[in-house]
Protein backbone atom coordinates (compact mmCIF):
# COMPACT_ATOMS: atom_id res chain seq x y z
CA UNK A 1 0.00 0.00 0.00
CA UNK A 2 1.12 3.39 -0.81
CA UNK A 3 2.21 6.05 1.95
CA UNK A 4 -0.01 8.28 0.59
CA UNK A 5 -2.87 5.68 1.25
CA UNK A 6 -1.04 5.20 4.73
CA UNK A 7 -1.31 8.82 5.49
CA UNK A 8 -5.48 8.99 4.40
CA UNK A 9 -6.14 6.08 6.62
CA UNK A 10 -4.14 7.81 9.65
CA UNK A 11 -6.01 10.99 8.72
CA UNK A 12 -9.77 9.34 8.63
CA UNK A 13 -8.79 7.30 12.09
CA UNK A 14 -8.08 10.73 14.10
CA UNK A 15 -10.95 12.76 12.04
CA UNK A 16 -13.65 10.21 11.80
CA UNK A 17 -14.99 11.61 9.09
CA UNK A 18 -13.53 13.99 5.66
CA UNK A 19 -14.23 15.00 2.60
CA UNK A 20 -11.09 14.74 -0.12
CA UNK A 21 -10.78 17.98 -0.25
CA UNK A 22 -10.54 18.27 3.44
CA UNK A 23 -7.88 15.25 3.43
CA UNK A 24 -6.03 16.68 0.30
CA UNK A 25 -5.36 19.93 2.05
CA UNK A 26 -4.56 18.67 5.96
CA UNK A 27 -2.16 15.91 4.17
CA UNK A 28 -0.76 18.67 1.10
CA UNK A 29 -1.68 16.45 -1.78
CA UNK A 30 -3.62 17.39 -5.04
CA UNK A 31 -7.23 16.37 -4.68
CA UNK A 32 -7.47 14.08 -7.56
CA UNK A 33 -4.75 12.23 -6.30
CA UNK A 34 -6.31 11.63 -2.94
CA UNK A 35 -9.80 11.14 -4.82
CA UNK A 36 -7.70 7.91 -6.57
CA UNK A 37 -6.46 6.78 -3.25
CA UNK A 38 -10.13 6.76 -2.17
CA UNK A 39 -11.32 5.06 -4.94
CA UNK A 40 -9.02 2.27 -4.52
CA UNK A 41 -9.37 2.58 -0.39
CA UNK A 42 -13.29 2.11 -0.98
CA UNK A 43 -13.02 -0.83 -4.05
CA UNK A 44 -11.27 -3.33 -1.31
CA UNK A 45 -13.78 -1.94 2.10
CA UNK A 46 -10.92 0.30 4.13
CA UNK A 47 -12.79 3.03 3.69
CA UNK A 48 -16.39 3.86 2.94
CA UNK A 49 -18.44 6.44 1.65
CA UNK A 50 -20.95 7.81 4.57
CA UNK A 51 -22.32 11.12 3.28
CA UNK A 52 -22.89 13.28 1.11
CA UNK A 53 -22.90 17.34 2.08
CA UNK A 54 -23.12 20.50 0.16
CA UNK A 55 -21.21 22.68 1.59
CA UNK A 56 -22.09 26.67 2.60
CA UNK A 57 -24.99 25.83 0.16
CA UNK A 58 -23.11 26.49 -3.15
CA UNK A 59 -20.88 24.65 -5.70
CA UNK A 60 -20.80 20.77 -5.76
CA UNK A 61 -21.98 18.86 -3.33
CA UNK A 62 -18.84 16.90 -1.17
CA UNK A 63 -18.48 13.37 -0.47
CA UNK A 64 -17.60 12.45 2.78
CA UNK A 65 -15.52 9.49 3.91
CA UNK A 66 -14.72 7.55 6.74
CA UNK A 67 -12.99 4.14 8.26
CA UNK A 68 -15.10 1.08 7.62
CA UNK A 69 -16.00 -1.11 9.94
CA UNK A 70 -13.97 -3.95 8.52
CA UNK A 71 -11.03 -1.64 8.93
CA UNK A 72 -12.10 -0.05 12.26
CA UNK A 73 -12.08 -3.58 13.84
CA UNK A 74 -13.60 -4.87 16.73
CA UNK A 75 -13.45 -6.82 20.25
CA UNK A 76 -15.15 -10.11 19.48
CA UNK A 77 -11.71 -12.20 19.73
CA UNK A 78 -11.12 -11.14 22.80
CA UNK A 79 -15.21 -11.06 24.17
CA UNK A 80 -15.00 -15.20 22.79
CA UNK A 81 -11.59 -15.66 24.89
CA UNK A 82 -13.38 -14.19 27.99
CA UNK A 83 -16.71 -16.10 27.63
CA UNK A 84 -14.61 -19.81 26.92
CA UNK A 85 -13.06 -18.99 29.71
CA UNK A 86 -15.42 -18.29 31.99
CA UNK A 87 -17.46 -21.39 30.87
CA UNK A 88 -14.80 -23.53 30.92
CA UNK A 89 -16.00 -27.64 30.59
CA UNK A 90 -19.56 -26.33 31.10
CA UNK A 91 -19.66 -25.54 27.51
CA UNK A 92 -21.53 -27.87 25.32
CA UNK A 93 -19.51 -27.20 21.33
CA UNK A 94 -22.05 -29.50 20.09
CA UNK A 95 -24.73 -27.57 21.41
CA UNK A 96 -23.16 -24.36 20.01
CA UNK A 97 -22.82 -26.03 16.64
CA UNK A 98 -26.42 -26.75 16.97
CA UNK A 99 -27.03 -22.63 17.40
CA UNK A 100 -24.92 -21.80 14.70
CA UNK A 101 -25.85 -24.20 11.74
CA UNK A 102 -29.96 -24.47 11.61
CA UNK A 103 -30.22 -28.39 10.50
CA UNK A 104 -33.82 -28.21 9.33
CA UNK A 105 -32.97 -27.13 6.79
CA UNK A 106 -30.60 -29.93 5.37
CA UNK A 107 -33.69 -32.58 6.48
CA UNK A 108 -34.67 -34.65 3.30
CA UNK A 109 -32.18 -33.47 1.00
CA UNK A 110 -29.87 -35.97 -0.90
CA UNK A 111 -25.86 -35.69 0.05
CA UNK A 112 -24.86 -33.57 -2.85
CA UNK A 113 -27.47 -30.87 -2.29
CA UNK A 114 -26.63 -30.85 1.85
CA UNK A 115 -22.68 -30.51 1.10
CA UNK A 116 -23.69 -27.92 -1.53
CA UNK A 117 -25.89 -25.88 1.38
CA UNK A 118 -23.49 -26.82 4.10
CA UNK A 119 -20.52 -25.26 1.94
CA UNK A 120 -22.69 -22.31 0.92
CA UNK A 121 -23.69 -22.02 4.96
CA UNK A 122 -19.90 -22.46 6.18
CA UNK A 123 -18.36 -19.29 3.25
CA UNK A 124 -21.36 -17.18 5.18
CA UNK A 125 -19.83 -17.92 8.32
CA UNK A 126 -15.94 -17.56 6.90
CA UNK A 127 -14.47 -20.83 6.51
CA UNK A 128 -13.70 -20.61 2.71
CA UNK A 129 -15.01 -24.30 2.73
CA UNK A 130 -15.30 -26.68 -0.40
CA UNK A 131 -16.18 -30.29 -0.57
CA UNK A 132 -15.09 -32.79 -2.98
CA UNK A 133 -15.61 -36.34 -3.78
CA UNK A 134 -13.19 -39.31 -2.26
CA UNK A 135 -13.10 -43.13 -2.33
CA UNK A 136 -13.68 -43.00 0.90
CA UNK A 137 -16.51 -40.80 0.55
CA UNK A 138 -16.27 -37.03 0.29
CA UNK A 139 -14.45 -34.61 2.02
CA UNK A 140 -15.28 -31.04 3.48
CA UNK A 141 -12.09 -28.83 3.08
CA UNK A 142 -11.75 -25.52 4.96
CA UNK A 143 -9.78 -23.16 3.68
CA UNK A 144 -9.61 -20.88 6.97
CA UNK A 145 -10.91 -20.75 10.35
CA UNK A 146 -12.65 -17.76 11.43
CA UNK A 147 -11.82 -18.84 14.79
CA UNK A 148 -8.01 -18.84 14.83
CA UNK A 149 -7.65 -15.55 17.08
CA UNK A 150 -9.08 -17.47 20.08
CA UNK A 151 -8.58 -21.69 18.68
CA UNK A 152 -5.07 -21.69 20.30
CA UNK A 153 -6.20 -21.06 23.86
CA UNK A 154 -9.12 -23.09 23.18
CA UNK A 155 -8.70 -25.94 21.07
CA UNK A 156 -12.26 -27.60 21.69
CA UNK A 157 -13.72 -24.94 19.16
CA UNK A 158 -12.33 -27.74 16.58
CA UNK A 159 -14.98 -30.33 18.11
CA UNK A 160 -17.64 -27.56 17.01
CA UNK A 161 -16.48 -27.66 13.79
CA UNK A 162 -16.97 -31.67 13.56
CA UNK A 163 -20.42 -31.21 15.15
CA UNK A 164 -21.32 -28.86 12.48
CA UNK A 165 -21.03 -30.91 9.60
CA UNK A 166 -22.34 -34.40 11.71
CA UNK A 167 -25.26 -32.66 11.94
CA UNK A 168 -25.93 -31.02 8.92
CA UNK A 169 -25.15 -34.43 6.79
CA UNK A 170 -26.26 -36.47 9.30
CA UNK A 171 -23.20 -39.11 9.15
CA UNK A 172 -20.15 -39.57 11.03
CA UNK A 173 -17.16 -37.32 10.22
CA UNK A 174 -14.06 -37.75 11.13
CA UNK A 175 -10.67 -35.57 10.71
CA UNK A 176 -7.76 -36.13 8.49
CA UNK A 177 -4.45 -34.82 9.59
CA UNK A 178 -2.89 -32.66 6.61
CA UNK A 179 -0.65 -35.24 5.40
CA UNK A 180 -3.00 -37.85 4.44
CA UNK A 181 -4.18 -36.00 2.14
CA UNK A 182 -2.24 -34.74 -0.83
CA UNK A 183 -3.77 -31.07 -1.41
CA UNK A 184 -0.97 -28.65 -1.16
CA UNK A 185 -1.40 -25.49 0.20
CA UNK A 186 -4.38 -25.92 1.80
CA UNK A 187 -5.52 -25.14 5.57
CA UNK A 188 -5.01 -28.31 7.53
CA UNK A 189 -9.14 -28.19 8.54
CA UNK A 190 -10.29 -31.43 6.51
CA UNK A 191 -13.18 -33.63 7.20
CA UNK A 192 -14.09 -37.13 5.92
CA UNK A 193 -17.18 -37.60 5.62
CA UNK A 194 -18.72 -41.30 6.44
Not at 99 to 111: D, N, R, S, V, W
Not at 138 to 160: K, L, N, Q, S
Request: glycine residues 6%; contains cysteine.
Amino acid sequence: MTTSRHKILAHLKKTRSASAREIARALKLSAPNVRHHLSVLCSDGRVEMTAVHNREGRGRPEKMYSLSEAALGDNLSALAQALLAEAGSKISMEAVACHLLEEKQFTGQPINKRLALLVERLNEMHYQARWEAGAGGPRVIFGRCPYARVIEGHPEICTMDAALLKNALAREVSSLKKNEVPTKGLCPFIFQIG
